[in-house]
Nanobody, 127 residues
């Protein structure tokens, strides 16, 4: 059974930082592209960032470029999202997701099409 479990969310002041983790079981993340997608109340789902399986290339939404960094540690079967200079508009539930296709799953900005999803972790940016 495939499971993606997010952790690291919480309440942070504007300008602060958080590091989200996505621990995978039931699959080997090194064969999967991993994405972080967020959804704020009353808003559409937004693809925040993605890291490809084939070459490790990354993609970011314009709203987070220069502030967020996605990474993966395949030995730990875990992916991460480092979030710096957080803003109130970053408040949302953040989901980790994974997908695999023959030949590799290529990430692009705003990608939200994934096969497996975690339950999400709440990030609240407020003073």
């Amino acid at each position: 059974q495939v499971q993606l479990v997010e952790s690291g969310g919480g309440l942070v002041q504007p300008g602060g930082s958080l590091r989200l983790s996505c621990a995978a079981s039931g699959l080997s993340l090194d064969y999967y592209a991993v994405g972080w997608i967020r959804q704020a109340p009353g808003k559409e789902r937004e693809g925040v960032s993605c890291i490809s399986s084939s070459d490790g290339s990354t993609a970011y939404a314009d709203s987070v470029k220069g502030r967020f960094t996605i990474s993966r540690d395949d030995a730990k079967n875990t992916a991460y999202l480092e979030m710096n200079s957080l803003k109130p508009e970053d408040t949302a539930v953040y989901y980790c997701a994974a997908a695999s296709r023959p030949g590799g799953y290529v990430c692009y900005e705003g990608l939200t099409e994934f096969d497996y999803w975690g339950q999400g972790t709440q990030v609240t940016v407020s003073s």
